[in-house]
């Protein structure tokens, strides 16, 4: 069975750094691209793309991010990271690594929720979707 785990996640004080890790297993990770999702915690809020890395090493980022993050593979490793700096509160957030097949259509910026869950169902061809690890930033 394909699947990811997360970890690095915990507390970190504004401004300083936090560098979280999604390993997979059972599938060829190399083929595949990679993302993390953030969703704030409590109520109904949208999961939010932070950034990507395709197969090909091709990334985004989302402008709430955009040079304090860096998405980066290991494909010898089968693990993806993404290195966060100069933190914010506002970066407070569950972050979840999502497996998607490395072809159109592209990436949802945005997935709705709904019981407090990513509605994965609006990520097409997603092939894994991980249990998620919390940051919290604290000032």
């Known amino acids: 069975e394909m699947q990811v785990v997360e970890s690095g996640g915990g507390t970190v004080q504004v401004g300083g750094s936090l560098r979280l890790s999604c390993t997979a297993s059972e599938f060829n990770f190399h083929d595949y691209d990679m993302g993390w999702y953030r969703q704030v915690p409590g109520g109904e809020y949208d999961c939010e793309l932070v950034?990507?890395?395709?197969?090909?090493?091709?990334?985004y980022y989302a402008a709430s991010v955009k040079g304090r993050f860096t998405v980066s593979r290991d494909n010898a490793k089968n693990t993806g990271y993404l290195q966060m700096s100069s933190v914010q509160v506002e970066d407070t957030a569950k972050y979840y690594c999502?497996?998607?097949?490395?072809?159109?259509?592209?990436?949802?910026?945005?997935?709705?929720?709904?019981?407090?869950?990513?509605?994965?169902?609006?990520?097409?061809?997603?092939?894994?979707w991980g249990q998620g690890t919390p940051v919290t930033v604290v000032s």
């Open positions: 999502a497996i998607k097949s490395a072809t159109p259509p592209p990436w949802a910026e945005r997935l709705p929720a709904h019981g407090g869950r990513c509605l994965t169902s609006y990520l097409r061809n997603l092939a894994v």
């Open positions: 950034s990507y890395i395709s197969s090909r090493s091709t990334s």
